[in-house]
């Protein structure tokens, strides 16, 4: 069911660049942002994708200076919205790790946790950097907390997504 929502999410929007084509997202030859830009791009490293990107919300936890330059390249190059606040509409929680992955109990991780979004290493965006465009959370989904506790925000995004199926019906 919600393959099939998401199928016609993409060919709706296709369909209305199509009709519309002066509200179309940047074409692969357009170039954005200026020569004084912090983060310059070529025409061949513009963000390309059909996915929903416009819709991401994503907000850091605890991260290092070196993740926040990364999370700010990343909003420069996808044009994503990011936050320093957790809100309902937060899709994506980017959580600092320590050497074993491990991330901590940051109330941001576990407000995500509670309501089944996406709880993500530095190394998602990263990955989404060099392939200019979004890849699959799974991978870089935050595995274990400081504590030891196992699958958090997996078994909590599964819980999420378990609820809205059972509400659908």
């Excluded at 369909?15 to 940047?26: H, T, W």
Aim: glycine fraction near 6%; charge should be negative.
């Amino acid at each position: 069911m919600l393959f099939i929502a998401a199928f016609c999410y993409i060919c709706i929007c296709l369909l209305m660049d199509f009709i519309f084509p002066q509200f179309a997202r940047p074409s692969s030859e357009t170039v954005l942002g200026d020569s004084n830009s912090p983060f310059p791009m070529e025409m061949n490293e513009l963000w390309t994708s059909l996915c929903p990107t416009s819709e991401w919300v994503i907000c850091g936890s605890a991260l290092s200076d070196q993740d926040k330059e990364i999370l700010d390249q990343f909003e420069y190059h996808s044009g994503v919205t990011t936050t320093n606040n957790w809100s309902s509409n937060v899709t994506h929680v980017l959580a600092n790790t320590n050497e074993d992955g491990a991330c901590g109990r940051t109330r941001k991780v576990l407000l995500a946790i509670l309501a089944g979004k996406w709880v993500v290493n530095v190394n998602w965006l990263s990955a989404c950097l060099e392939a200019k465009k979004p890849v699959p959370e799974e991978p870089y989904e935050i595995r274990s907390d400081v504590h030891g506790a196992i699958d958090g925000p997996r078994i909590g995004r599964l819980r999420a997504m378990q609820k809205v199926c059972i509400e659908i019906r």
